[in-house]
């Protein structure tokens, strides 16, 4: 198994792990950007929220560009946004 596969894998593994914990990718960044959009007082999207996490781990690589972690997490979070953003454009149809 190469390097980026495990990377993927344990992606897999952590997102699924965590929708049984906060529910769909859709239903936990729509309930972020609610709270994020009140304090903020302006819109943020489910897409802004996954950017949002997305850059934010990538502010953590800096630190430490070798924490396999970070590389999980934003693989996990890259799909779960792309799925957040289907089923948000879902309600529109």
């Known amino acids: 198994m190469t390097k980026k596969e495990d990377i993927i894998g344990k992606a897999q593994e952590t997102v699924g792990a965590r929708g049984d914990s906060y529910g ?15 304090h903020l007082e302006r819109d943020i999207t489910v897409y802004d ?10 502010a953590r690589s800096k630190e430490d560009m070798n924490n396999d ?25």
């Open 49 to 58: 929220v996954g950017v949002l996490f997305i850059l934010a781990k990538v």
């Open 24 to 38: 769909t990718p859709y239903t936990n960044f729509s309930r972020i950007a609610e709270l994020w959009s009140c």
């Open 69 to 93: 972690d970070t590389w999980i997490d934003i693989a996990g979070y890259a799909g779960a946004v792309s799925e957040a953003i289907e089923d948000d454009n879902k309600k529109f149809k």
